[in-house]
Nanobody, 127 residues
Framework: QVRLVESGGGLVQDGGSLRLSCAAS????????MGWFRQAPGKEREFVAT????????YYADSVKGRFTISRDNAKNTVYLQMNSLKPEDTAVYYC????????????????????WGQGTQVTVSS
């Protein structure tokens, strides 16, 4: 019911920045909590950041807190992940996810709680 397409990934130097975008179609994301996850080769998918559909509540993994910022523009049906001070260990495929909720300040940080996923965008940080 919701299709998500990530973009903005690429190759960046250690300490550089990237901004990822997640464009939704099929349904408005105005009543969906959104999240970003990432998966490196040979490792399980891990939580990165989440934001409630009101945009008022956010939560970050300890590994990215202070470096990454999640935001959303419901009018544009898009969620963003601004990534600063990137490190080689941030290298992974980054996935956008959406979960419908009736509660404006609710968010989810477990991958199993999300029903809709994008195809991912590769982020590679060189040392």
């Amino acid at each position: 019911q919701v299709r998500l397409v990530e973009s903005g990934g690429g190759l960046v130097q250690d300490g550089g920045s990237l901004r990822l975008s997640c464009a939704a179609s099929g349904r408005t994301i105005s009543t969906y909590a959104m999240g970003w996850f990432r998966q490196a080769p040979g490792k399980e998918r891990e939580f990165v950041a989440t934001i409630s559909w009101s945009g008022r509540s956010t939560y970050y993994a300890d590994s990215v807190k202070g470096r990454f910022t999640i935001s959303r523009d419901n009018a544009k049906n898009t969620v963003y992940l601004q990534m600063n001070s990137l490190k080689p260990e941030d290298t992974a495929v980054y996935y956008c996810a959406a979960e419908y909720t009736l509660i404006s300040n609710r968010y989810y940080y477990s991958a199993g709680e999300y029903d809709y996923w994008g195809q991912g965008t590769q982020v590679t940080v060189s040392s």
